[in-house]
């Protein structure tokens, strides 16, 4: 079987690197983004079974773009977006289907792992 393999998104060194060790821990393959450019390039490049991106990003793509690439490449793929604000997200959303999962900032990342696991094919 083919590991799972998640697009992180952050512009926080020390944000991805505890995703990528909790990530991998959980078994999965992990790629890392500083900005939605490399983002961008990462989609071009390759497939992937969940993207997690954080909203704001420095450059000109943010992660709604991120979202939007992702699906026309890979439609349905599961998406997590982490906000700071995430009232402000649910009209951006709407157009997204299936619809992205928001997780709020701080990260709760015991609850980021259940529900990343939860994505995850049974083994």
């Given at each position: 079987m083919t590991q799972f393999r998640i697009l992180v998104v952050e512009d926080e060194i020390i944000v991805r690197m505890v995703l990528n060790e909790m990530l991998t821990d959980l078994g999965c393959e992990v790629v890392q983004a500083a900005t939605g450019e490399e983002g961008a390039a990462h989609l071009a490049e390759g497939s992937f079974d969940l993207l997690f991106t954080d909203v704001r990003l420095p450059g000109a793509l943010s992660g709604l773009d991120m979202a939007e690439m992702a699906r026309a490449k890979m439609p349905g793929i599961p998406v997590i977006i982490a906000?700071?604000?995430?009232?402000?997200?649910?009209?951006?959303?709407?157009?997204?289907?299936?619809?992205?999962?928001?997780?709020?900032?701080?990260?709760?990342?015991?609850?980021?792992m259940t529900l990343v696991r939860g994505m995850m094919p049974a083994a």
């Open positions: 906000s700071g604000a995430t009232a402000d997200l649910k009209e951006k959303l709407a157009s997204l289907e299936p619809p992205p999962v928001v997780m709020p900032k701080p990260y709760n990342f015991a609850a980021l």
